[in-house]
């Protein structure tokens, strides 16, 4: 088993190394075509004028692409930080209590188990259990759980869950993920700020410019406006799909990790039993958490449906793998199946 | 045209020897750190039980010879460690020891209600069972690791460069004695001997 993970751990770094790069750079093509596009249409619109109205502000495309270069740029090396900020989160620096000094002991031992550096360990004062990982290189990741993990989950269980996350750690999975949340938020921002421009832009001077645009022009506005309109959703589907299979990868990860995989299921069935939302944890960052924080009902269902939309795998599902694990290595071992 | 192939069939050759042997050199030295970080996590633990033992000791006076175990599994564990890495058998052997003294005296302390319910020795417990982690995961990982190696050093075509990226199998941590851990049955009924 253990050849097998490590075969497809590096290509699973590899890949998440490769995704990171190629998530950037769609962004910043995404802007580049915002710049440049729309500058393009503006010159088609205005191409019948006469030469001293003729617009072709050559400047736009450039300016574009550089705050789409800059906000990825941005977006990379500050998303742990805004992620977490995004939750408030705190640090657990000094732990203040008996079951934080665990916390901090059974991090620490996954740690080792994983074989990655200590990560920072943070709290999120939201009663409902849920947890993720964060961070662009297993050097320097964070691992934060909610308050109510803490107090729902014994030594084991807690455990089995920050396995996973370390799992996601060390996978890079975190460094793809995190990026991603980033940018999503990076567009949703931009999105509400420009829609109001839009809006402001169209109630002044939009009825005095009825130029005439060309069939050309006047089709490639509308894929430009339906760019601006449909990037969030694009961007949240993209975290759907790159959300779903690892959930899978990290519990058998966990499992190598803690070698409890019952421990997790255990955990698993707690956490899909106080099926309340995690309000401290918004749709943004619902894709890094080991639990859909949204608290759909989607995760309950297998169909193709949810299959599409959800951004974790059916709970059901992932137990039952869990248990099949723990059965085999109880077998394996002569003890009694529970 | 044939020696187009000829050369093709070269390169790809080169490229995989040099792919087999950089993987050789990694896993070697993923599994030394390994090493080193049982390393690490067995000093933490024979720190922190001098401690441990200086916290019970008081109220444990009924127990002394599960504490002199523990003490002299200790300083034998740390006299064998002192020896060096080469030494791989005698520091597992010396360390499985401590740990079966240590999980005995685990025991005990869940035998005396009074001693539990002090929140220093709850605290103790929890420091205790957290370096029996760690130093058990700490053996996982090298123990996963060195399988790794092994295994790749072996499969058949990664062997033709072993021997010459001087890879040589790595000794795996055993656990052994598991007569060590089992819990010894202590009388309390006062009843004489027979």
Same mark, same amino acid.
């Given at each position: ?64 692409? +550089? ?31 008996? %079951? ?59 455990? *089995? ?13 975190? &460094? ?5 949340? *980033? ?9 509400? +700020? ?23 022009? +006047? ?53 899909? *039993? ?7 944890? &918004? ?13 759909? &009902? ?33 077998? %394996? ?6 | ?66 504490? /002199? ?56 417990? /929890? /420091? ?39 890879? /040589? ?26």
């Amino acid at each position: 088993v253990t050849e097998e993970t490590a075969l497809t751990l590096f290509q699973q770094q590899d890949a998440n190394r490769r995704r990171t790069v190629w998530l950037i750079l769609c962004f910043v093509l995404f802007f580049a075509w915002l710049g440049f596009g729309g500058d393009y249409i503006y010159a088609l619109s205005t191409a019948h004028a006469p030469p001293a109205q003729q617009h072709h502000v050559w400047w736009f495309g450039f300016v574009m692409l +550089g705050i789409g270069g800059v906000l990825a740029w941005y977006a990379y090396r500050t998303g742990p930080e805004k992620v977490l900020w995004a939750t408030g989160a705190e640090e657990v620096i000094e732990p203040a209590d008996a %079951r934080e000094k665990q916390l901090v002991n059974v991090v620490e031992e996954m740690a080792i188990a994983a074989g990655v550096p200590r990560p920072r360990i943070w709290i999120v004062p939201d009663p409902d259990p849920n947890a993720f990982a964060t961070g662009n290189a297993p050097e320097h990741a964070h691992v934060a759980v909610t308050r109510g993990l803490i107090d729902l989950c014994d030594r084991d269980e807690l455990q *089995a869950v920050i396995g996973h996350e370390l799992g996601h750690v060390k996978n890079l999975d975190v &460094r793809l993920m995190t990026t991603l949340a *980033a940018l999503v938020g990076a567009v949703l921002l931009i999105r509400n +700020g420009t829609s109001r421009i839009f809006a402001s832009g169209r109630n002044g001077d939009g009825r005095g410019r009825r130029s005439n645009l060309g069939p050309l022009a +006047g089709i490639l506005l509308v894929v430009w406006i339906l760019s601006w309109i449909l990037a969030p959703l694009i961007a949240q589907l993209l975290a759907v799909a790159v959300s779903r299979k690892r959930e899978y990868l990290a519990d058998a990860m966990g499992a190598q990790f803690t070698r409890n995989p019952l421990a997790l299921a255990r955990a698993l069935e707690k956490i899909e *039993a106080s099926g309340a939302p995690t309000t401290r944890l &918004r749709s943004g960052a619902a894709h890094m958490c080991i639990a859909d924080p949204l608290g759909s &009902r989607l995760g309950r269902q297998d169909g193709r449906l949810a299959d599409v939309l959800a951004t974790h795998p059916p709970m059901a599902k992932r137990i039952a793998i869990l248990k099949g694990m723990g059965y085999a290595q109880l077998k %394996r071992e002569g003890g009694a199946i529970p | 045209m044939s020696a187009w192939i000829l050369l093709v069939l070269l390169v790809v050759v080169v490229l995989w020897v040099v792919a087999a042997y950089n993987g050789l050199v990694s896993l070697k030295n993923q599994t030394l750190n390994a090493f080193k970080q049982i390393d690490v996590q067995l000093k933490r633990r024979h720190d922190l039980i001098p401690n441990l033992v200086n916290a019970v000791r008081g109220a444990m006076d009924f127990e002394k010879d599960t504490l /002199e175990a523990v003490i002299q599994a200790r300083n034998q564990a740390v006299n064998v460690n002192a020896a060096g890495p080469e030494a791989v058998k005698q520091i597992s052997h010396a360390e499985n020891v401590l740990s079966g003294a240590l999980s005995r005296l685990m025991v005990v302390v869940e035998r005396y209600p009074q001693l539990k319910a002090t929140a220093n020795i709850g605290q103790l417990q /929890e /420091e205790l069972t957290s370096t029996e982690n760690k130093v058990a995961f700490a053996r996982q990982l090298y123990n996963d690791t060195a399988t790794q190696y092994n295994t790749k050093q072996q499969q058949f075509p990664t062997s033709l460069v072993a021997g010459w990226a001087h890879a /040589e199998r790595a000794a795996l941590w055993e656990i052994e004695d598991t007569a060590e851990r089992v819990v010894p049955r202590v009388d309390l009924s006062m009843k004489p001997k027979t």
